[in-house]
C-alpha cells in the first residue's frame, strides 16, 4: 500500500530555518501533484505550499519568499526548505500527494518557533 513518511521539523528560534521532507512507499504508477499543508493549535489546516509535476509551485502569502518547495521525482520525495521562521509558522505540517489518483497524507511533523 501507498505510504507517505514525513521527517525533520522540530524547535527552532525565530529566524532560524529547518527542512522538511516526505517520502512515498508502494506501488505508484503516476503521480500528481504535491503539496504541503499545516494547522496550528485552534485554526484550521491550510494550503502552504504546492507543486505539479511539471515543476510549477505555489505558496501561501504568508510564507513567499521563505518556503520553498521541491521534489525529488526519483526518489519520490518532496521538500520543503523553511528559512526566516516566525512563531507564527509554529504548526503541525503535513505533505499531500495525489498518486495513482487518490490523495495521501503524511503522519505530520511538529515545527515549532520560539521567540
Avoid: H
Amino acid at each position: 500500500q501507498v505510504q507517505l513518511v514525513e521527517s525533520g521539523g522540530g524547535l527552532m528560534q525565530s529566524g532560524g530555518s529547518l527542512g522538511l521532507s516526505c517520502k512515498a512507499s508502494g506501488p505508484i504508477f503516476n503521480r500528481g501533484a504535491t503539496c504541503w499543508y499545516r494547522q496550528a493549535p485552534g485554526k484550521q489546516r491550510e494550503l502552504v505550499a504546492s507543486t505539479t509535476p511539471l515543476g510549477s509551485t505555489n505558496y501561501a502569502d504568508s510564507v513567499k519568499g521563505r518556503f520553498t518547495i521541491s521534489r525529488d521525482g526519483a526518489k519520490i520525495t518532496v521538500y520543503l526548505q523553511m528559512n526566516s521562521l516566525k512563531p507564527e509558522d509554529t504548526a503541525v505540517y503535513y505533505c499531500n500527494m495525489i498518486l495513482n489518483g487518490q490523495a495521501y497524507w503524511g503522519q505530520g511533523t511538529q515545527v515549532t518557533v520560539s521567540s
